[in-house]
């Protein structure tokens, strides 16, 4: 992000020191011919999106990331190991709670997140210039971009608790540093950009434009910010506004949530796209992890990393694994295990070749394999690049069920545990299982529950630190410091201590 902020800062200086020579480059986009028409704006905004799809993304020019955020939200929990049979050294730290902030992934995630703000902010700081956009056009925008910056900071906060604000582009070469902001200061940011892009997007998009931010996930997003900050009574109005009023459902099977041929469906309420088949249909890629323009990014290494390895069929890394902890969690007759994981007795899919054989849990050093996103529905031809270490599914960020359990915990806190029943039932009843009959301890019930169902998203981590159950689920391994994540010590040192490290590292 810092090196993205650089260059543009450079061309800013260079142009105001030599303003009486009023040149411009004849070979180049410059920032200053750039924002005009709504084709370009429609770009910039779309530059933002793809610093999302960077978070599973690969890079042999920048940190050297492999799907950093599979490691930073799954490795971390009890849901996850990383395979002692053939994953790298980054998945086993951070499977051990070794936290330091010089590792890649923190530095990755970090730059990634402020370079999707960045870019937001700049769509912000460009739309009062001279242009051709109409004033609806300008307010769409302004709320897309307001949506994508709050989204990002949220993503931040979750991460590391007291992140910078930037809520503008940065020219200033001496004010580049940005310190760690409030918590309180950053919801009210976040619950303000999340409101104001509920007022001014559509509430869908064209077919051309599936995927673009939408009123009712941000009103969803209200109500999941205010989950975290414990404003019980405003997320609940959020939450029931949305399942209420919104054109979501849940999807009847639980597989057809996941299936490649069923992306965007009527659960989903905010999925990162990935385009596909050979991916010149993705309004999301700028292609900017590497400098060459090989379509990387416009694909997901789902196959490539989480695919079975040691020997496995296809030739995949398999470096994360489900645990016997989370297999051991789901209750008998539960329909989503076999979505969800693959163990012995299973059949298994791979690609390249495109095969359907028994699976063999000496594959895994935990005898088990991610199944979720994979499958038979998944793992076809049209879902994959040609030498098969990549797929187009999307990633469904956020969808009704989770909405759903996140509106029970709110009911919970507020002592309306009847209610709160129906909406985990609800999420039961499709998986096979019976109605949960009473109110008893339903807060254990509900994450139990929500555990089960976001199993392998990635999501677990932060329940677990948000509710506060780290000793309860990792014993004597749990410090209260891995409650925050460390700050990058790059970005530490670059600040030249204006940014704070967390307590503890």
Not at 71 to 76: G, M, R
Not at 86 to 94: F, I, K, P
Not at 399 to 424: M, P
Request: with cysteine.
């Amino acid at each position: 992000m810092k090196k993205l902020i650089l260059v543009v800062l450079t061309i800013f200086f260079l142009t105001e020191s030599c303003n009486n020579l009023d040149l411009e480059p004849l070979d180049r986009v410059t920032e200053n011919t750039f924002y005009k028409t709504k084709a370009d704006f429609d770009g910039a905004i779309f530059a933002s999106y793809a610093s999302i799809q960077k978070f599973w993304g690969l890079s042999t020019e920048t940190l050297g990331e492999r799907g950093e955020y599979w490691k930073l939200s799954l490795a971390t929990s009890d849901d996850v190991v990383a395979d002692d049979l053939t994953s790298d050294q980054r998945s086993r730290n951070l499977d051990n709670l070794l936290f330091d902030p010089f590792d890649v992934p923190f530095q990755a995630l970090y730059s990634m997140i402020y370079e999707g703000i960045y870019r937001a902010n700049l769509v912000i700081d460009k739309l009062d210039d001279e242009n051709e956009l109409s004033e609806e056009q300008k307010g769409q925008l302004e709320a897309e971009a307001k949506f994508l910056r709050a989204w990002f900071h949220f993503q931040a906060m979750k991460m590391w608790g007291t992140p910078p604000l930037v809520t503008e582009v940065l020219r200033d070469l001496s004010g580049l540093a940005q310190p760690n902001a409030t918590q309180e200061a950053l919801f009210a940011q976040i619950l303000s950009d999340f409101n104001d892009a509920a007022n001014g997007l559509p509430e869908g998009w064209d077919d051309a434009n599936l995927g673009r931010a939408t009123a009712w996930a941000a009103k969803a997003y209200v109500g999941k910010v205010n989950v975290w900050q414990a404003d019980w009574p405003a997320a609940i109005a959020a939450f029931e506004d949305v399942i209420q009023n919104g054109p979501y459902m849940l999807m009847g099977n639980y597989e057809d949530v996941f299936a490649f041929n069923n992306e965007n469906n009527a659960e989903s309420i905010f999925e990162i796209q990935f385009g596909g088949p050979f991916s010149d249909d993705n309004l999301w890629v700028f292609d900017d992890i590497h400098s060459e323009a090989f379509k990387a990014t416009q694909g997901i290494a789902r196959t490539n990393q989480l695919d079975a390895g040691n020997g496995a069929p296809g030739g995949k890394n398999g470096w994360l694994a489900p645990s016997q902890d989370l297999l051991d969690a789901y209750e008998p007759g539960d329909l989503r295990r076999e979505v969800t994981l693959y163990q012995e007795g299973d059949m298994y899919y791979t690609t390249n070749p495109y095969e359907e054989i028994p699976y063999d849990p000496t594959w895994s050093s935990s005898n088990l394999t991610m199944a979720k996103y994979r499958g038979a529905r998944n793992v076809v031809p049209e879902n994959h690049a040609p030498h098969g270490q990549a797929d187009f599914n999307n990633e469904r960020w956020l969808r009704l069920a989770e909405l759903k359990l996140l509106y029970a915990e709110a009911l919970i806190e507020q002592g309306r545990q009847g209610e709160a029943l129906i909406q985990v039932n609800d999420i039961r009843r499709r998986a096979g299982l019976a109605d949960l009959a009473d109110a008893g301890n339903v807060t254990e019930a509900l994450r139990q529950e929500k555990r089960i169902e976001l199993a392998l998203e990635p999501h677990r981590w932060f329940d677990i630190t948000r509710w506060g159950i780290g000793a309860e689920v990792f014993g004597d391994r749990w410090e209260d410091r891995l409650n925050l994540f460390p700050f990058p010590q790059s970005e530490i040192d670059r600040s030249a201590g204006v940014l704070q490290q967390n307590p503890g590292y």
